[in-house]
């Protein structure tokens, strides 16, 4: 899919535009949702495996939202988080649910990322 074409689920973030904190970045051709700085929810419009939503979550805390929510399960490839793909008959409610839990803080979904590796030397203060 060409860049300039938007990820046709970007409509799943819309439930994020009123928070202040919101931010959404591009990552790995997809689109990420961060709420207060953490990684919470990747929309993914490529091909499969990545045709879906992603909830950024810990292994820890899967099973508590898999309960929640069945058609949620790890995924294929990036087996930390969850996954439910778009053709899933319960996708939408899916994404309307954990967008609720994002905006909730609920603690079962988002994580704090992991700092970008800067290129090149690096100088610590006082060196």
Not at 38 to 51: E, G, K, Q, S
Not at 83 to 95: H, K, L, R
């Amino acid at each position: 899919m060409p860049s300039s074409v938007r990820n046709s689920l970007l409509w799943i973030f819309d439930a994020f535009e009123r928070d202040p904190t919101y931010i959404c970045k591009r990552m790995f051709g997809c689109d990420a949702a961060y709420i207060d700085g953490r990684l919470c929810l990747v929309a993914a419009d490529r091909a499969a495996p990545f045709n879906g939503l992603l909830v950024c979550t810990s292994q820890e805390r899967q099973a508590s939202l898999i309960d929640e929510m069945p058609a949620l399960q790890p995924h294929p490839m990036l087996r930390k988080w969850l996954y439910v793909a778009e053709g899933d008959p319960a996708f939408e409610d899916i994404a309307e649910t954990t967008t609720a839990l994002v905006l909730a803080r609920d603690p079962r979904v988002g994580v704090e990322p992991k700092p970008r590796k800067r290129r090149g030397k690096s100088v610590l203060p006082g060196e």
